[in-house]
């Protein structure tokens, strides 16, 4: 069965750019799903989302970013959870997807994402748990691009949360190869933790070098690399991949995206 290729719409004011990238892979059309990130658009009723987002696809997949949900209070939990299940029960989406992170440097509040310390593990079974729960349907949680020694543990962690919680992996397939760059977890060791997973949702996005500090972080603003074209083809090879979905959320022109889609089009058994 072919994969299906699509990509992330980031926020509402850039449709077109997303429109015009995506061209190549629709359908009649369609796009076989859209990805949002959800944050940028639970404002909006549910209705009014599957509307604006009609133009690329009738089923929609949810990412979400920043739901903090390891950082938050109990209530702040619910809040987050409330609105959440109000969209999950009306849209019906295709996938629901997170991150396991922390926006907490001690007790400081910062705006980009840091790598989990994978302790306190019961607490987040729990957390992971009243999140499904909750909302009645599986969470896919997305692997880190590890840039400090945290990323030695991430795998064993993944391997545990699966089991103790029964969710689900989104498998971002350059976060794999930026941990592996950086000297931590190789890409290889989560296709081993992978194999047998039936249906598997990916990412794919590009990367950079940062030359000041000696170490690869996810950009979501650079090209595809050639590596990462490879290690899409490996995990195709080795995985039951059901989608991937092409994320670029800096410099967004669309016709480079295209170009980016393109090239991951072109791999075998990918439409």
Known sequence: ?????????????????????????????????????????CHLEPNKLVEYLSSFSERIAFHIMWSR?????????????????FHVDEVQPLYISDHICTFHQGNVYVKSALEFNYENQEEVWR?????????????????????????YKQVEFFQTMLTQTGCGVLFDI?????????????????ID?????????CHVGGYEYNTEFNYYRDSHGDDISVQTLLDIKNVVASLDVKSICYEREHHKISHIMAQDIAKIGSLAGVH
């Open 1 to 41: 069965m072919a994969i299906e290729l699509s990509l992330s719409v980031n926020n509402l004011t850039e449709f077109s750019i997303y429109e015009e990238a995506s061209q190549a892979i629709r359908h009649q059309g369609k796009l076989p799903f859209v990805e949002i990130l959800w944050d940028n658009y």
């Open 69 to 85: 949900f390891l950082d938050r209070t109990d209530d702040e939990f619910t809040e987050f959870l409330q609105r959440l299940k």
């Open 127 to 151: 957390r992971v748990e009243r999140y499904q729960n909750y909302i009645g349907r599986q969470v896919l949680l997305e692997n880190f691009a590890s840039m400090t020694s945290e990323g």
């Open 174 to 190: 350059s976060n794999a190869r930026v941990a592996e760059y950086n000297g931590f977890t190789p890409l290889t060791d989560w």
């Open 193 to 201: 933790l992978l194999k047998g997973m039936p249906e598997l949702r």
